[in-house]
């Protein structure tokens, strides 16, 4: 298992979140994405979304947009959150559906669950549950779930055509998916995506617009919308090549290349 890609996922964001439940504050600053590293994505939400929530929950965000705003949970919903980390979807889920409703988080690596429980306990919520499982085998039965989030997951999968058919199996008719992921928008070459991704993160699996749609397609979903949301300008890029001291490698690469060709998007579709 070490030695596969699922493997690698798993110990690397088994690795963040232990870093993220031994230490209280780890902030990068970064705006558009940092699904790749340790972060304070707090601006990826606006205040009334993570009022409420625990600090090690808002620490450990990974993602790459605001999939809850996409999905808007209702009173008495249930969600799924494919891939939930230390839960800052579910957990701001969970104010929306309230106590009628219901918010399932899935994640395939302990330490991530370990510390979506931490987080759920201090938060004292109550209609949230955490499973362990991979998305492509999302351990719940057929049409029991009315929204799907995620967020920064699905480009990490090998199988996205897995990941997505699952989702369009629970999903109950009339139900909605509404999640963040990243995108490519124009073509880069392979050993510039590979250098992007060292410091960016969430690049090497990420797919065209075109392709997420026709995989969307394919597996049932109807009234597919997929908009950037938060684009990866060269600035952006730059910044967090300097944050992370990678700023030599960078200054060795076509920045024109990589200007404006990823960004975090919101993916929605329904199950009509
Ligand atoms: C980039 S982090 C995002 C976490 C969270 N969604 C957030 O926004 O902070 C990716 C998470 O997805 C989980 N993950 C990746 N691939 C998975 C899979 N195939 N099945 C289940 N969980 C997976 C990882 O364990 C990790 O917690």
Same mark, same amino acid.
């Given at each position: 298992?070490?030695n596969?890609?699922? #493997?690698q996922?798993?110990a *690397?964001?088994?690795?963040?979140?232990?870093? !993220?439940?031994?230490e %209280?504050? !780890?902030s990068?600053?970064?705006?558009?994405?940092?699904?790749?590293?340790?972060?304070?994505?707090?601006?990826? $939400?606006?205040k /009334?979304? &993570?009022?409420?929530?625990?600090?090690e929950?808002?620490?450990a965000s990974?993602?790459?947009?605001?999939?809850?705003?996409?999905?808007?949970?209702?009173l008495g919903?249930?969600?799924?959150?494919?891939?939930?980390?230390?839960?800052?979807? +579910?957990f701001? %889920?969970?104010?929306y559906? #309230?106590?009628?409703?219901?918010v $399932?988080?899935l /994640?395939?690596?302990?330490?991530m669950?370990?510390?979506a429980?931490?987080n759920?306990?201090?938060?004292?919520a109550?209609?949230?549950?955490?499973?362990?499982? *991979?998305?492509?085998?999302?351990?719940?039965?057929?049409?029991?779930?009315?929204?799907i989030?995620?967020?920064? +997951?699905?480009?990490?999968c =090998?199988?996205?055509e897995?990941?997505?058919?699952e989702? $369009?199996r629970v999903?109950?008719?009339?139900?909605r998916?509404?999640?963040?992921d +990243?995108?490519?928008?124009?073509?880069?070459?392979?050993?510039?995506?590979?250098?992007v991704?060292?410091w960016?993160g969430?690049?090497? @699996?990420a797919?065209?617009?075109?392709? *997420? =749609?026709?995989i969307?397609k394919?597996?049932?979903?109807k009234?597919?919308?997929?908009?950037p !949301?938060?684009i *990866?300008?060269?600035?952006i890029?730059?910044?967090?090549?300097?944050?992370?001291?990678l @700023?030599d &490698?960078?200054?060795?690469?076509?920045?024109e290349?990589?200007?404006g060709a990823?960004a975090?998007?919101?993916?929605?579709a329904?199950k009509?």
């Amino acid at each position: 298992m070490k030695n596969t890609i699922k #493997g690698q996922v798993k110990a *690397y964001y088994g690795g963040i979140a232990k870093k !993220v439940s031994a230490e %209280s504050k !780890v902030s990068c600053g970064c705006s558009a994405s940092c699904c790749g590293d340790v972060t304070n994505n707090q601006n990826l $939400y606006t205040k /009334d979304f &993570i009022e409420g929530l625990p600090d090690e929950a808002i620490n450990a965000s990974l993602g790459c947009a605001n999939p809850v705003v996409l999905a808007n949970p209702k009173l008495g919903e249930t969600v799924l959150d494919l891939g939930s980390g230390g839960g800052i979807d +579910v957990f701001i %889920s969970s104010k929306y559906v #309230g106590e009628s409703g219901k918010v $399932y988080g899935l /994640d395939m690596t302990d330490e991530m669950l370990e510390l979506a429980n931490k987080n759920k306990e201090k938060m004292e919520a109550k209609n949230v549950e955490f499973i362990k499982g *991979y998305i492509e085998d999302i351990p719940l039965e057929n049409e029991t779930i009315d929204v799907i989030t995620s967020n920064c +997951v699905i480009n990490l999968c =090998e199988s996205k055509e897995k990941a997505l058919s699952e989702a $369009y199996r629970v999903l109950k008719k009339g139900g909605r998916l509404a999640i963040a992921d +990243v995108v490519v928008l124009k073509d880069v070459p392979e050993n510039i995506k590979q250098s992007v991704e060292m410091w960016v993160g969430c690049i090497a @699996g990420a797919l065209p617009v075109k392709e *997420y =749609e026709e995989i969307l397609k394919k597996v049932g979903f109807k009234d597919i919308e997929i908009t950037p !949301v938060n684009i *990866y300008t060269r600035e952006i890029i730059e910044d967090i090549a300097k944050q992370k001291n990678l @700023g030599d &490698i960078y200054s060795k690469i076509n920045v024109e290349l990589v200007d404006g060709a990823f960004a975090g998007a919101h993916v929605k579709a329904y199950k009509l």
